[in-house]
Nanobody, 121 residues
Framework: QVQLVESGGGLVQPGGSLRLSCAAS????????MGWYRQAPGKERELVAT???????NYGDSMKGRFTISRDNDKKTVYLQMNRLKPEDTAVYYC???????????????WGQGTQVTVSS
Protein backbone atom coordinates (compact mmCIF):
# COMPACT_ATOMS: atom_id res chain seq x y z
CA GLN A 1 0.00 0.00 0.00
CA VAL A 2 1.27 3.43 -0.94
CA GLN A 3 0.47 6.60 0.97
CA LEU A 4 1.10 10.16 -0.11
CA VAL A 5 0.91 12.68 2.71
CA GLU A 6 0.85 16.40 1.94
CA SER A 7 1.77 19.14 4.36
CA GLY A 8 2.47 22.86 4.37
CA GLY A 9 -0.88 24.31 3.39
CA GLY A 10 -2.53 27.15 5.23
CA LEU A 11 -3.62 30.75 5.11
CA VAL A 12 -1.32 33.33 3.54
CA GLN A 13 -1.72 36.94 2.47
CA PRO A 14 -1.58 37.95 -1.20
CA GLY A 15 2.02 38.25 -2.31
CA GLY A 16 3.18 35.75 0.28
CA SER A 17 4.80 32.35 -0.05
CA LEU A 18 4.13 28.78 0.99
CA ARG A 19 6.04 25.54 0.56
CA LEU A 20 4.10 22.31 0.19
CA SER A 21 5.60 18.89 0.76
CA CYS A 22 4.34 15.45 -0.20
CA ALA A 23 6.03 12.35 1.13
CA ALA A 24 5.43 8.89 -0.28
CA SER A 25 5.62 5.82 1.91
CA UNK A 26 5.03 2.12 1.53
CA UNK A 27 6.64 -0.79 -0.24
CA UNK A 28 7.84 1.12 -3.29
CA UNK A 29 10.25 -0.08 -5.95
CA UNK A 30 10.37 3.08 -8.04
CA UNK A 31 8.70 6.46 -8.28
CA UNK A 32 8.47 7.95 -11.74
CA UNK A 33 6.67 11.24 -12.38
CA MET A 34 5.40 13.23 -9.39
CA GLY A 35 3.14 16.21 -9.54
CA TRP A 36 0.85 18.75 -7.99
CA TYR A 37 -2.71 19.53 -9.03
CA ARG A 38 -5.26 21.84 -7.49
CA GLN A 39 -9.01 22.18 -7.36
CA ALA A 40 -10.90 25.31 -6.41
CA PRO A 41 -14.58 25.23 -5.40
CA GLY A 42 -16.80 24.79 -8.43
CA LYS A 43 -13.86 24.24 -10.76
CA GLU A 44 -12.18 21.25 -12.33
CA ARG A 45 -8.89 19.92 -11.05
CA GLU A 46 -6.03 21.56 -12.92
CA LEU A 47 -2.34 20.95 -13.41
CA VAL A 48 0.02 22.91 -11.21
CA ALA A 49 3.35 21.24 -11.97
CA THR A 50 4.96 17.89 -12.66
CA UNK A 51 8.49 16.59 -12.35
CA UNK A 52 10.11 13.47 -13.75
CA UNK A 53 12.49 11.22 -11.84
CA UNK A 54 15.38 12.92 -13.62
CA UNK A 55 14.16 16.41 -12.75
CA UNK A 56 12.44 17.65 -15.89
CA UNK A 57 9.56 19.94 -15.01
CA ASN A 58 6.32 21.14 -16.50
CA TYR A 59 4.03 23.91 -15.20
CA GLY A 60 0.52 25.14 -15.68
CA ASP A 61 0.45 28.47 -17.51
CA SER A 62 -0.67 30.59 -14.56
CA MET A 63 2.03 29.13 -12.29
CA LYS A 64 5.05 29.72 -14.49
CA GLY A 65 7.55 32.06 -12.89
CA ARG A 66 5.87 31.90 -9.47
CA PHE A 67 5.88 28.23 -8.51
CA THR A 68 8.80 25.81 -8.41
CA ILE A 69 8.49 22.05 -8.16
CA SER A 70 11.36 19.92 -6.89
CA ARG A 71 11.90 16.47 -5.46
CA ASP A 72 14.20 14.50 -3.22
CA ASN A 73 14.30 10.96 -4.55
CA ASP A 74 16.03 9.59 -1.47
CA LYS A 75 13.24 10.95 0.73
CA LYS A 76 10.53 10.03 -1.80
CA THR A 77 9.25 13.58 -1.42
CA VAL A 78 8.06 16.23 -3.86
CA TYR A 79 7.93 19.91 -2.99
CA LEU A 80 6.09 22.91 -4.34
CA GLN A 81 7.47 26.34 -3.57
CA MET A 82 4.77 28.93 -4.21
CA ASN A 83 5.72 32.60 -4.37
CA ARG A 84 3.77 35.80 -5.12
CA LEU A 85 0.55 34.04 -4.24
CA LYS A 86 -2.75 35.45 -5.47
CA PRO A 87 -6.30 35.00 -4.19
CA GLU A 88 -7.04 32.93 -7.29
CA ASP A 89 -4.45 30.40 -6.12
CA THR A 90 -6.85 29.43 -3.35
CA ALA A 91 -7.64 25.74 -3.74
CA VAL A 92 -7.07 22.28 -2.37
CA TYR A 93 -3.68 21.12 -3.59
CA TYR A 94 -3.16 17.44 -4.32
CA CYS A 95 0.06 15.61 -5.02
CA UNK A 96 0.34 12.49 -7.10
CA UNK A 97 3.01 9.96 -7.92
CA UNK A 98 3.43 7.30 -10.58
CA UNK A 99 4.65 4.34 -8.56
CA UNK A 100 5.88 0.85 -9.31
CA UNK A 101 5.65 -1.60 -6.43
CA UNK A 102 7.63 -4.48 -7.89
CA UNK A 103 9.23 -5.74 -11.10
CA UNK A 104 6.16 -7.85 -11.79
CA UNK A 105 3.62 -5.04 -11.48
CA UNK A 106 2.81 -2.06 -13.68
CA UNK A 107 3.01 1.54 -12.61
CA UNK A 108 0.00 2.95 -10.82
CA UNK A 109 -0.96 6.52 -10.06
CA UNK A 110 -1.51 7.43 -6.42
CA TRP A 111 -2.98 10.60 -4.96
CA GLY A 112 -2.63 12.36 -1.65
CA GLN A 113 -5.58 13.51 0.42
CA GLY A 114 -5.06 17.20 -0.39
CA THR A 115 -4.04 20.25 1.57
CA GLN A 116 -5.92 23.53 1.65
CA VAL A 117 -4.20 26.71 0.51
CA THR A 118 -6.07 29.95 1.14
CA VAL A 119 -4.74 33.28 -0.11
CA SER A 120 -6.59 36.13 1.52
CA SER A 121 -5.99 39.38 3.34
Amino acid sequence: QVQLVESGGGLVQPGGSLRLSCAASGSILSIYDMGWYRQAPGKERELVATITSSGSTNYGDSMKGRFTISRDNDKKTVYLQMNRLKPEDTAVYYCNADVRLSWTTRKSLYWGQGTQVTVSS
